[in-house]
């Protein structure tokens, strides 16, 4: 079971990323997923979340209207379209794994994360 | 937004010792409350989902009560490998937040 992010990387304050996260060893179109971020020396934060099959998704007020959340179950992917970046989106990025389909709260599996970096 | 305040921000305390986190919701949660543990350089890891039901793998030292407002985390008898950092998270209309975490430092 696992998840590998990919996609990080330096970007100018205004500039696009996208970033990957592949997963394997479970039923990933069965699992809501989600795109967790940690500043340098802080706390995380969720960013967004998507359902198993890609209809339902949201997000965060701090990133709402800029980032889409996407998901290709034929390819086990998750991905996190970034735009109109900010100093402030720097951060480790993990994709994590809601751990049951229902009412439950709590993600089971997490990425090793990969590093944004918005600078001028 | 749902704001989760944990307290304390530090705790220090010895091996062999019992840790008391705890967690505080702006408005009621139920029991959709989930307990994390990070150490440098590491993913979080689950240890407690829906308040008070241990993941896979976690040794039973851990464990998890409260609901509605207030939450706890209690580590029994602390061992060196719990020497973390510790985040709360709560679930609504499938919308999430993470409490600013409490730093456990071995005193």
Excluded: H
């Excluded at chain 1, 993600?107 to 994360?113: K, L, Y």
């Excluded at chain 2, 840790?19 to 440098?40: G, I």
Aim: hydrophobic content about 30%; charged content about 15%; aromatic content about 10%.
């Amino acid at each position: 079971v696992q998840l590998l992010e990919s996609g990080g990387g330096l970007v100018q304050p205004g500039g696009s990323l996208r970033l990957s996260c592949a997963a394997s060893g479970f039923t990933f179109s069965s699992s809501a997923m989600s795109w967790v971020r940690q500043a340098p020396g802080k706390g995380l934060e969720w960013v967004s979340g998507i359902g198993g099959s890609g209809g339902s998704t949201y997000y965060a007020g701090s990133v709402k209207g800029r980032f889409t959340i996407s998901r290709d179950n034929s390819k086990n992917t998750l991905s996190l379209e970034m735009n109109r970046l900010r100093v402030e989106d720097t951060a480790i990025y993990y994709c994590a794994k809601k751990r049951s389909t229902g009412d439950t709260c709590g993600f089971d599996i997490w990425g090793q994360g990969t590093l944004v970096t918005v600078s001028s | 937004e749902i704001v989760l305040t944990q307290s304390p921000a530090t705790l220090s305390l010895s091996p062999g010792e019992r840790a008391t986190l705890s967690c505080r919701a702006s408005q009621s949660v139920d029991n959709y409350l989930a307990w994390y543990q990070q150490k440098p350089g590491q993913a979080p890891r689950l240890l407690i989902y829906d308040a008070s039901n241990r993941a896979a793998g976690i040794p039973a030292r851990f464990s998890g009560s409260g609901s509605g407002t207030d939450f706890t985390l209690t580590i029994s008898s602390l061992e060196p490998e719990d020497f973390a950092a510790y985040y709360c998270q709560q679930r609504t209309n499938s919308m999430y937040t993470f409490g600013q975490g409490t730093r456990l430092e071995i005193k």
